[in-house]
């Protein structure tokens, strides 16, 4: 007989008031990111499933480490921290590093610093999202002016989306 894990992740409250529920989303969809994750070695977390595809679990860390980024401490706190990763002339780089098995380390190395900007993204935008309303507003560039609650609603979605391609990545990787 197969032993089960318990699942890891914190559901959302099934009762809460709008912000713990928006809150209690966001939580469980990147938990869900970090238990795609969990288990694998550096090579594996780099590893491109689908070639020429250059996506990887890593590459989805990275990518949601600038999408937090960007609408929390940026749109939101007003920062002008440029991006992890992004840039206009090649708006693709998270998911574009170097992919060479001999050089363990510096593999190691990408995937720790890697992992270590997602949790840190994710802890300031936490502390950000403590103190602001659903209803306060923020202009953000070409998106317009948007209101709190349409920011946590995309990066749910964002997770979403995206953790659907993670459990795509992760069948590749586990066979």
């Known amino acids: 007989m197969t032993e089960t894990r ?3 992740r914190t559901d959302p409250p099934p009762r809460g008031s709008e912000r713990a529920t928006l809150l209690g989303f966001l939580t469980y ?29 890593i590459g989805l860390v990275r990518h949601l480490s600038d999408i ?7 749109a939101l706190s007003g920062s002008t921290d440029a991006p992890l990763y992004w840039c206009e ?3 693709d780089i998270d998911f574009v590093f170097p992919c060479v098995p001999e050089q363990a380390e510096a593999e190691a190395l990408l995937v720790r610093s890697s992992m270590d900007a997602w949790e840190s993204e994710m802890a300031y935008s936490d502390a950000v999202l403590s103190h602001v309303g659903l209803d306060d507003a923020v202009s953000a560039g070409r ?6 609650r349409w920011i ?12 659907g391609h993670a459990d795509l ?6 066979g």
Not at 68 to 74: A, G, H, L, T, V
Not at 169 to 174: G, P, S, T
């Open 29 to 57: 969809q990147r938990q869900t990111l970090a238990l795609k994750c969990s288990g694998l070695n550096h090579s594996a977390l780099m590893s491109r499933s689908v070639p020429p595809s250059t996506l990887s679990l």
């Open 169 to 174: 990545l992760r069948e590749c990787i586990d």
């Open 152 to 163: 946590l609603t995309h990066l749910i979605e964002e997770y979403a989306r995206h953790n």
């Open 68 to 74: 937090e980024r960007f609408w929390i401490r940026r």
């Open 143 to 148: 998106h317009g002016v948007l209101s709190v």
């Open 6 to 8: 318990a699942d890891p």
């Open 89 to 91: 002339d090649s708006p």
